[in-house]
Antibody, heavy 123, light 109 residues
Framework: QVQLVESGGGVVQPGGSLRLSCAVS????????MNWVRQAPGKGLEWVAF????????YYADSVKGRFTISRDNSKNTLYLQMNSLRAEDTAVYYC????????????????WGQGTLVTVSS | EIVMTQSPATLSVSPGERATLSCRAS??????LAWYQQKPGQAPRLLIY???TRATGIPARFSGSGSGTEFTLTISSLQPEDFAVYFC???????????FGPGTKLDIK
């Protein structure tokens, strides 16, 4: 059974930093690209970042480029999102999501999702 | 940048009836389109990818169609558990971008 479990969310002041983690089990983690997708309260979905199965390639939404960094540790089956220079508009539930297809770069669709972790940027 | 729109914003349908949801892309996305279902307090669930292929475990009452800029998700006979918000999503290869539509809320009539 595939499981994705996010952690690391919380309340942070504007300009602050936070690191999210996503622990993955039930699949061969290093065979799949991974993503972060966020959802502001009561709003729609916004793709944030993608990382290739081996960590070599990374892509970001324009809204977070230069502030957020996606990474992964395939030895720990864990995905990360380092978020710096946080703004009020970054307030959202952050989901990690596994690519549908094996070893695609970039991925196309989001097959499995975690339950999400809430990040609130507020003074 | 490709912009996705969905209509209607809210659709009220009775259980057992058919629901038809629309998604439009601002330019052609070929068949590079997916549909997701999201229930309150839950993560989205992949229903359809490649415009018309059902994801693993998705009931046959869900079907997708379309290509280019116009897409449709049809739920043939609504079950109580189908009332949720539905999002479409496209991807672009270069630069890599994944864009969601604003969603359609499917309500019980």
């Amino acid at each position: 059974q595939v499981q994705l479990v996010e952690s690391g969310g919380g309340v942070v002041q504007p300009g602050g930093s936070l690191r999210l983690s996503c622990a993955v089990s039930g699949l061969t983690f290093n065979n799949y690209g991974m993503n972060w997708v966020r959802q502001a309260p009561g709003k729609g979905l916004e793709w944030v970042a993608f990382i290739r199965y081996d960590g070599v390639n990374k892509y970001y939404a324009d809204s977070v480029k230069g502030r957020f960094t996606i990474s992964r540790d395939n030895s720990k089956n864990t995905l990360y999102l380092q978020m710096n220079s946080l703004r009020a508009e970054d307030t959202a539930v952050y989901y990690c999501a596994k690519d549908l297809f094996h070893r695609y770069d970039p991925g196309y669709y989001f097959e499995y999702w975690g339950q999400g972790t809430l990040v609130t940027v507020s003074s | 940048e490709i912009v996705m729109t969905q209509s209607p914003a809210t659709l009220s349908v009775s259980p057992g009836e058919r629901a038809t949801l629309s998604c439009r892309a601002s330019q052609s996305v070929s068949s590079n389109l997916a549909w997701y279902q999201q229930k309150p307090g839950q993560a989205p669930r992949l229903l359809i990818y490649g415009a018309s292929t059902r994801a693993t475990g998705i009931p046959a009452r869900f079907s997708g169609s379309g290509s280019g800029t116009e897409f449709t998700l049809t739920i043939s006979s609504l079950q109580p558990e189908d009332f949720a918000v539905y999002f479409c999503q496209q991807y672009s290869n270069w630069p890599p971008r994944f864009t969601f539509g604003p969603g359609t809320k499917l309500d019980i009539k």
